[in-house]
């Protein structure tokens, strides 16, 4: 039975997303702003959410507005249909006009990092079209590949895993990912994780993040002590004629005797590439995420 309605499931969305595929790109990205500006409207519990970390991290003098909090969002769930409307259209292979867009700055940073003969270790974040991040990178520099969970419905997750192949990636899934990604960077290959969503308490480190401490991510942090691997901060943000990744330099790690304290201060580290980011970019990081809800100080 489940199955039955995990492919009524999938055959729906293919009914609401096929038409928007079809659409000339144009005609189709406003349609996605229009599609940001009604979630705004009627998604009103991740609109609280999202306004409400906004406002914290600006009480916190964490990050700087030159607007209110509620337009910041409001320009971020626009920012999200406009980026759901483009993945819809690469994933019905019809995004070659969008892949094209995407401008990548900072490559020499990348064949720097490949000259020390490893693999590579890229951080991101839930920032601008990260979707788009790893298909444009996977296309247009080297193929890599990206830890993610899967898509509880496996019609969904099976078009979403063909996507990325034909872009050149391929999905570590979490669950027992650890290994998959040491061997992976074993025969020098190249990794890409999300590190800026809350996590359990087992999978991180109590560090802050916009000014708010809550457990962050480790994982990137435990792969680069064990291996060595250069770590290299890759972020995508939208422009007025598509969109630019910009790679940076590579991170140097902390090379503390304490492996604890190591991981901790790497983690931090990293961290902060995503915090540059959501700064320089308010309005296009996922605001709506419950990112401080799992560690209570004191």
Known sequence: ???????????LVLLVTLPVAVLPFRIALKLGE??????????????????????????????????????????NFSNLGKSFVEVVK?????????IRSVEIRGVEQ?????????GILVITGHCGNWELNALAVAKKLAGLNIVARPIDNPYLNRLIERTREKY????IYKRGALKRILSALKKKEIVAILMD?????????????????????????????KTGAPVLPAFIKRTNGGHVIEIGEVIEL???ADAEEAVLRNTVNFSKRVEDYVRRNPAEWLWIHRRWKRFQDG
């Open 110 to 118: 990348f064949l720097k990092a490949r000259e020390k003969g490893a």
């Open 168 to 171: 050149g990636s391929s999905v």
């Open 90 to 98: 690469i994933y019905y292979g019809l995004g070659d006009r969008i």
């Open 197 to 225: 969503q809350s996590v359990v308490s087992s999978e991180g480190v109590v560090a802050e993040f916009l000014g708010k401490k809550d457990y962050t991510m480790k994982t990137p942090a435990v792969i680069a002590v």
């Open 34 to 75: 229009c599609l940001g500006g009604l979630l705004f409207f009627f998604w009103g519990s991740r609109r609280r959410i999202a306004i409400g970390n906004l406002e914290g991290a600006v009480a916190r003098n964490a990050v700087a507005i030159d607007s209110t909090p509620e337009q910041i969002i409001r320009e």
């Open 254 to 256: 902390d090379a503390s």
């Open 1 to 11: 039975m489940r199955r039955v309605l995990w492919l009524l499931q999938f055959l």
